[in-house]
């Protein structure tokens, strides 16, 4: 097959999001896996960054590899694909997890009762993230989402008893389906007659807050692969409600137009 030179392109580089992101660590093993990406560097950023140079690559029609994920709403505005990775290095496929602080179950039994029972689909949290992309208030596409799911929602409230004014802080991480997620999860808790506080952390950080009893809980800990060095120093502290997202997937992706299908084809 006729080569395309995509690192001359670009580089030598691939476009990362937040330091602290599985999906990074492991695009930064694949630099070591792959021979071929002897050289190749993971540049870290944000999500929002990450999003506007894919977005910016697509207008003009240029390559570019970043690192991504699904649930996105990227892959419903724009026409991408993952690269196949021969290696494994990415993992198969992931969920999304719940993990609340010991001891939650005892002194707030209602908002454990409905972290544990919260759970949606993809087509779900990439509709409240695709209002997000396009200017819609987080907290804006959240209630909206809510309020035209509300059979959804009762079975997460199902067998909870309103509270008055119980204190519940989640942990997250400003990746756009963590935003999505705990805003939602956040604002049923909130209708539920708890007092909300939703707190921006570093990956790690989600982690430890949680294990170390400063967060209540988080529902952003992707397993097995994205979040296993998390889950190894921190998993024994939290406990784990289980899926709230099945099907989640994170690797390196292009925009479709790109002429290479695998992470093995990309030139030295
Ligand atoms: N993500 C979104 C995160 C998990 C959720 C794939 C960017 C990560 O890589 O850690």
């Known amino acids: 097959s006729e080569e395309v030179n995509y690192g001359e392109e670009l580089g030598y580089e691939i476009t990362g999001i937040e330091p602290g992101a599985g999906?990074?660590?492991?695009a930064e093993e694949t630099t070591e896996t792959y021979e071929n990406l002897e050289g190749w560097e993971v540049v870290t950023s944000s999500s929002g960054a990450m999003a506007t140079a894919l977005g910016e690559a697509?207008?003009?029609?240029?390559?570019?590899?970043?690192?991504?994920?699904?649930p996105h709403w990227k892959f419903q505005k724009y026409d991408l694909k993952y690269l196949e990775d021969p290696e494994g290095v990415f993992g198969e496929a992931e969920t999304i997890n719940t993990m609340v602080r010991q001891g939650l179950q005892d002194e707030k039994p209602e908002a454990y009762k409905i972290l544990d029972q919260f759970q949606w689909e993809s087509a779900d949290i990439e509709s409240v993230m695709l209002e997000v992309s396009n200017g819609t208030?987080?907290?804006?596409?959240?209630?909206?989402?809510?309020?035209?799911?509300?059979?959804?929602?009762?079975?997460?409230?199902?067998g909870t008893?309103?509270?008055?004014?119980?204190?519940?802080?989640l942990a997250y991480v400003e990746w756009d389906t963590e935003l999505a997620s705990t805003n939602v999860i956040g604002q049923v808790l909130e209708a539920?007659?708890?007092?909300?506080?939703?707190?921006?952390?570093?990956?790690?950080v989600?982690?430890?807050?949680?294990?170390?009893?400063?967060?209540?809980?988080m529902v952003a800990a992707w397993l097995p692969g994205t979040h296993a060095s998390q889950f190894e120093?921190?998993?024994?502290?939290?406990?784990?409600?289980?899926?709230?997202?099945?099907?989640a997937k994170i690797g390196l992706v292009v925009p479709a137009y790109m002429d290479i299908e695998s992470i093995e084809d990309l030139t030295p």
């Open 233 to 247: 120093t921190y998993g024994e502290d939290v406990e784990d409600l289980g899926p709230n997202l099945e099907g």
């Open 192 to 204: 539920q007659g708890f007092d909300v506080t939703i707190t921006p952390l570093d990956n790690a």
């Open 206 to 217: 989600m982690w430890q807050a949680v294990a170390e009893g400063q967060a209540d809980a």
């Open 23 to 26: 999906v990074v660590a492991a």
């Open 58 to 70: 697509i207008d003009n029609e240029e390559p570019i590899i970043v690192t991504g994920w699904s």
């Open 137 to 158: 208030a987080v907290e804006e596409a959240a209630a909206a989402w809510i309020e035209e799911n509300s059979d959804k929602v009762a079975e997460w409230t199902d």
């Open 161 to 169: 008893e309103a509270v008055d004014g119980t204190e519940i802080e």
